[in-house]
């Protein structure tokens, strides 16, 4: 398989296929911010139902929830994300321009007196930034002192100014299940070890936005909390680590693009016991691992915190509902015995669980998928783009085509189509050579297609084609589906 050193070839593809599209492009575009064209929304869709699959579907420990994107301002009080949910950034001097203090990088030229750096010096968090160089204009050294951004989107929920209320959009899906846990514990049978799974729409006012799908202000997660009884944590925190890069394995993407990346301590979220990402060699540049799904030990810190939060609500009020001037209410002693704690009524013993969360973005999922399964390849003397999906993520799993437009083919192939797209997401193509329909499906992803030619008229047989082998064989009508089903892993 070809290497990918470029993104620009994914990028070219997606916008010639149809997969994803430059938000308001007719207006000059949106920064960091996609549309989903109607092979993309077909492959973003697949990656989450693979997802809910092996997570909810196929597991008798694990639930589902869809919160609302909207949340209480004091869930973002009681998480700490309205406290702590910020990037050190610096502004350039000469341009303006913003950037986030940790994704800046030395001039290879910058000696230690260079004539650009007397505005700075050692900044928040021991940055020395003199050596620098702005990411826009080139400029180095040139640099305002670090100062922290909050990440969260701001809006005013209510008609009237006198009463509007200052709220966020979510920066994560995990709180919506943390303040669900108890809702989810009285209409359900499950016990610990149990999980709660979501995917939704996540928001994000990033500083710095990156490659393409890879890092948007706005993006899709797929977040399980699956909670636990303490002491038995960093046993489950191995089973979901391995859990989930198996997952990414069987789907297709190769082992060698894979690999885990422990967080050190001195990296760790102000939550978390200990965390693993699962990174993917993402062609920016000549290739670059970047995060691809985190799992993380967040220990019982969640629920304890919104236990506070919940004792916080007259405090709010009465600050005006200035989330500012709010203090969380102190730590009962008596904190696992609150709203949020869980009674193990076969130890008789009560406590707040420990939450093991596996957090993967699905946007960056797609492009991982779609990455990998790019390949060019020479076919008679040219060049065959094409997408090797693994089946179940393909967006058009069957493809079907007659020969030519005449002697009965088009009627049976679109008898054939008819029948099969009750079962799997199909495409009817009847316009051009058939080696150009083919292309055309090769660069979309489609596994298999089919065929009505001459030889249909005569024994009731199709070609069905392969994707990645181009091998042909003869299949039965009557025997068609279950051929597919069985090629398509379905």
């Known amino acids: 398989m070809a290497k990918i050193t470029k993104l620009d070839d994914i990028v070219a593809l997606c916008k010639r296929r149809g997969f994803i599209f430059q938000s308001s492009e007719i207006y000059g575009g949106l920064a960091s911010c996609y549309d989903y064209g109607p092979l993309g929304v077909e492959l973003k869709n697949n990656v989450k139902r693979a997802w809910w699959k092996a997570v909810v579907q196929m597991r008798d420990d694990v ?7 909207l949340m209480h301002p004091l869930v973002w009080k009681a998480s700490g994300h309205a406290d702590k949910f910020a990037d050190l950034v610096c502004e350039c001097r000469k341009c303006n321009t913003r950037s986030r203090v940790d994704h800046l990088k030395d001039g290879p030229d910058a000696g230690p007196v260079a004539e650009h750096t007397s505005h700075v010096s050692v900044g928040a968090g021991g940055w020395d930034l003199s050596k620098k160089v702005c990411p826009a204009c080139g400029a180095v050294g040139q640099f305002t002192e670090p100062m922290a951004f909050n990440l969260m989107f701001q809006t ?4 009237n100014v006198e009463d509007a209320m200052t709220v966020f959009l979510r920066p994560e899906t995990a709180q919506g299940i943390f303040v669900n846990f108890r809702n989810v514990l009285d209409t359900t049978r499950v016990k610990i070890p149990f999980g709660i799974a979501q995917i939704g729409k996540s928001f994000r006012n990033e500083v710095t936005t990156k490659a393409f799908i890879f890092r948007t202000r ?45 967080h050190s301590k001195d990296e760790l979220a102000h939550y978390a016991k200990a965390c693993v990402d699962i990174e993917y060699r993402f062609p920016f540049g000549s290739g670059d691992w970047q995060e691809l799904e985190g799992i993380a030990n967040r220990t019982d810190y969640d629920l304890r ?25 102190p730590e009962a002693e008596d904190y696992q015995s609150g709203p949020l704690s869980y009674f193990d009524d076969q130890k008789r013993c009560r406590y707040i669980p420990y939450v093991i969360e596996p957090s993967a973005g699905i946007d960056r999922s797609t492009l991982a ?27 058009i799993k069957v493809a079907v085509f007659p020969l030519v437009n005449r002697e009965g083919m088009p009627d049976i192939a679109r008898n054939i189509y008819d029948d099969l797209k009750r079962y799997f997401n199909c495409f009817y193509d009847d316009k051009g050579a058939i080696g150009r329909r083919y292309r055309r499906q090769d660069e979309a992803g489609t596994p298999l297609c089919v065929t009505v030619d001459g030889q249909t008229l005569q024994d009731q047989t199709v070609t069905v084609r392969d994707r990645d082998s181009m091998e042909q064989v003869r299949v039965s009508t009557s025997q068609l589906k279950d051929y597919l089903r069985d090629r398509l892993e379905l």
């Open 369 to 395: 998928f779609l990455v990998d399964a790019y390949d060019e390849e020479e076919v008679r003397g040219e060049t065959r783009n094409l997408l090797r999906f693994h089946p179940p993520l393909a967006p």
């Open 63 to 69: 639930v589902g929830l869809d919160c609302s994107i």
């Open 156 to 159: 005013q929920m209510g008609a």
């Open 305 to 329: 915190q919104h236990q506070r939060g919940m004792k916080t609500i007259n405090a709010w009020i009465e600050s005006g509902k200035d989330l500012s001037k709010v203090t969380l209410a």
């Open 218 to 262: 706005e993006f899709e997660q797929a977040e399980l909390e699956f909670f636990c009884e303490p002491g038995t944590d960093e046993q489950w925190f191995e089973h979901w680590r391995h859990e989930r890069f198996n997952w990414y394995l069987r789907l297709g993407i190769r082992k060698e693009n894979l690999r885990f990346r422990e």
